[in-house]
Nanobody
Framework: QVQLVESGGGLVQAGDSLRLSCTAS????????TAWFRQALGKEREFVAA????????YYGDSVKGRFTISKDNAKNTVYLQMNSLKAEDTAVYYC?????????????????WGQGTQVTVSS
């Protein structure tokens, strides 16, 4: 019923900003949680940020804290990831994920719905 469609990835220069969007088709999980993960080539998937739909409470991975901001627009069924001060090590495929429960978690196994991923490449 719910499909996650990601957009906003691309090639940018180190220090630049980029905003990713994750739009959910179908009914929004108003008590659930949506998160961003990323996976660099040849590396494990890494938690980036999560947001609780009911309260707007956010949770960030240590590597992006202070640089990235997750937000949501209920009317548009969209979650955003604003990425500032991008570094070369931010280069990865970024995935949007969603789960029906409202608890914030960094563990990818807890998320049941996943988008196709969007490539973010940061050049130095």
């Amino acid at each position: 019923q719910v499909q996650l469609v990601e957009s906003g990835g691309g090639l940018v220069q180190a220090g630049d900003s980029l905003r990713l969007s994750c739009t959910a088709s179908g009914r929004t999980f108003n008590t659930g949680t949506t998160a961003w993960f990323r996976q660099a080539l040849g590396k494990e998937r890494e938690f980036v940020a999560a947001i609780r739909w009911s309260t707007g409470t956010t949770y960030y991975g240590d590597s992006v804290k202070g640089r990235f901001t997750i937000s949501k627009d209920n009317a548009k069924n969209t979650v955003y990831l604003q990425m500032n001060s991008l570094k070369a090590e931010d280069t990865a495929v970024y995935y949007c994920a969603d789960k029906s429960s409202y608890d914030l978690t960094k563990y990818s196994s807890r998320y049941s719905n996943w988008g196709q991923g969007t490539q973010v490449t940061v050049s130095s």
